[in-house]
């Protein structure tokens, strides 16, 4: 079993920033992909950026330039660090995380409960 605990979301006025946190703990061998997904009233939930056990990264066209996913491994931690933040980015923030709980073990997705992020003024 693995948890997902997130952090960070709020209210912030257009160009400010914020950082989401997005820890896991549990029963964890090894972790592939983090990712950061957003649901706002009435749309489907998007990928925002994701990121590989490496430290590649993907972002949607919508927040490149704006947005950083980062990780850290030692802790199974991921971050979304969000500046310049527009209205149109409102919405609640999920991550999702891929994890082996044993060594060859399948990968499961597990997802946070969700943080929401409000920009106005």
């Known amino acids: 079993q693995v948890q997902l605990v997130e952090s960070g979301g709020g209210l912030v006025q257009p160009g400010g920033s914020l950082r989401l946190s997005c820890a896991a703990s549990g029963n964890i061998f090894s972790i592939n992909d983090m990712d950061w997904y957003r649901q706002a009233p009435g749309n489907e939930r998007e990928l925002v950026a994701a990121?590989?056990?490496?430290?590649?990264?993907n972002y949607a066209d919508s927040v490149k330039g704006r947005f950083t996913i980062s990780r850290d491994n030692a802790k199974n931690t991921v971050y979304l660090q969000m500046d310049s933040l527009k209205p149109e980015d409102t919405a609640v923030y999920f991550c999702?995380?891929?994890?082996?709980?044993?060594?060859?073990?399948?990968?499961?997705?597990?997802w946070g409960q969700g943080t929401q992020v409000t920009v106005s003024s």
């Open positions: 990121i590989t056990s490496v430290g590649t990264t």
């Open positions: 999702s995380v891929d994890v082996r709980s044993y060594y060859r073990g399948p990968i499961q997705r597990s």
